[in-house]
């Protein structure tokens, strides 16, 4: 099949749930909206780098490493859940923060992500930097102290955004269209948020290699729109190739970048709104980086009709809710 030849380790047991969303899909008034709870896998409060983690972390084992490094923001959902994949597979992680003067309130800074970082025992490298420009050196950095303590790094890539990562949303594609057979639904369009872009692209072409035909929108967190394009057609590329397919068809990856706003991890007033929109309609948690703006997505593309009535819609639910403590101050109902 599609994955024989790529080692997984597994970490989960899928699949995760499909649910209707109908409360909030009457709020808006359009499509029928349906929620894939991938924030509901089990692994340190989930999320979707728990998928592309189970064929990084094989690949990290093959090549005999006993410590994973990786970077990200403070409130990076990927250095918690590599963090937590590294102690499953009985391995070190050691992170390079990357602390924006921009950020300096507590809560930012010490809660939410942060918190479970220090629960998992992960070593925190900070590197206080204004921009995002030298990832790479702060990754290797790290990967140095590494080996300067007798320890075998791994680099995972920022978002866990390899094609190898990427394998872990086409083998959710499978999953999606298996459960989709089994619950007798359908769905004309997928929107899901776009970071690294792994997600997006691995759903992408995993969709494509099984014929599936699902519309998928990338709702972007990071970039505009048409750079997001090139970095997610390039990455369904090489997944594709990695599963022995031909690309997907030009025209195939969307992205939107209407959500967006002043850019990453920027709570802006829609993503407010739809956060407390999801909750009180249907208990649903959204996190203000990349789900949130994720529906925010959704929601612009209802009001200017591109999705409507009689459409089904698949939301694809990433995770991120434990950075909703890191933002109290612009989402409590008081503001206080
Ligand atoms: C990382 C992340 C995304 C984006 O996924 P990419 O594969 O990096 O594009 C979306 N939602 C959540 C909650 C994430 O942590």
């Known amino acids: 099949m599609l994955f024989a030849h790529h080692p997984r380790h597994r970490l989960f047991d899928g699949p995760t749930p499909l649910e209707p969303l109908p409360r909030l899909s009457a709020a808006l008034g359009g499509p029928e909206i349906?929620?894939?709870?991938?924030?509901?896998?089990?692994?340190?409060?989930?999320?979707?780098?728990?998928?592309?983690?189970?064929?990084?972390?094989?690949?990290?084992?093959?090549?005999?490493?006993d410590t994973l490094v990786t970077c990200?923001?403070?409130?990076?959902?990927?250095?918690?859940?590599?963090?937590?994949a590294a102690r499953r597979a009985g391995m070190a992680c050691d992170?390079?923060?990357?602390?924006?003067?921009?950020?300096?309130?507590?809560?930012?800074?010490?809660?939410?992500?942060?918190l479970l970082l220090d629960l998992l025992d992960a070593t925190v490298h900070r590197f206080p930097i204004e921009a995002d420009a030298n990832l790479d050196g702060?990754?290797?950095?790290?990967a140095r102290r590494v080996r300067?303590?007798?320890?075998?790094?791994?680099?995972?890539?920022?978002?866990?955004?390899?094609?190898?990562?990427?394998?872990?949303?086409?083998a959710a594609a499978l999953e999606l269209v298996q459960q989709c057979h089994a619950a007798g639904v359908a769905f004309d369009?997928?929107?899901?948020?776009?970071?690294?872009?792994g997600t997006h692209a691995g759903l992408v072409a995993g969709l494509h290699a099984l014929g599936a035909h699902v519309a998928v929108t990338g709702i972007c967190v990071r970039r505009n729109a048409?750079?997001?394009?090139?970095?997610v057609e390039d990455l369904a590329s090489r997944i594709s190739a990695l599963l022995g397919h031909p690309p997907p068809p030009t025209g195939t990856v969307r992205t939107d970048d209407a959500a967006l706003g002043p850019g990453y991890g920027?709570?802006?007033?829609?993503?407010?709104?739809?956060?407390?929109?999801?909750?009180?309609?249907?208990?649903?948690?959204?996190?203000?980086?990349?789900?949130?703006?994720?529906?925010?997505?959704?929601?612009?593309?209802?009001?200017?009709?591109?999705?409507?009535?009689?459409?089904?819609?698949?939301?694809v639910h990433t995770g991120g809710a434990p950075a909703l403590f890191a933002y109290r101050a612009g989402l409590a109902r008081d503001g206080a």
């Open 138 to 142: 702060a990754m290797e950095e790290v």
């Open 34 to 65: 349906w929620a894939k709870r991938d924030d509901a896998i089990p692994l340190a409060m989930g999320g979707n780098k728990v998928r592309k983690l189970e064929f990084i972390l094989a690949d990290a084992l093959a090549a005999s490493a």
């Open 72 to 84: 990200g923001a403070v409130q990076s959902n990927h250095a918690r859940l590599t963090a937590a």
């Open 266 to 315: 920027v709570l802006t007033e829609a993503v407010r709104e739809v956060i407390h929109l999801a909750a009180r309609t249907e208990g649903l948690l959204l996190d203000p980086v990349y789900t949130g703006k994720a529906m925010a997505g959704l929601v612009a593309m209802v009001r200017r009709g591109e999705l409507g009535r009689g459409q089904r819609v698949l939301f």
């Open 189 to 197: 369009h997928a929107v899901v948020g776009s970071g690294s872009g």
């Open 148 to 170: 300067a303590r007798g320890g075998v790094p791994y680099k995972v890539p920022e978002g866990g955004g390899s094609p190898v990562g990427g394998l872990g949303y086409a």
């Open 226 to 231: 048409a750079a997001q394009k090139v970095r």
């Open 95 to 114: 992170l390079a923060l990357i602390e924006r003067v921009a950020r300096q309130d507590s809560d930012y800074l010490l809660s939410g992500n942060r």
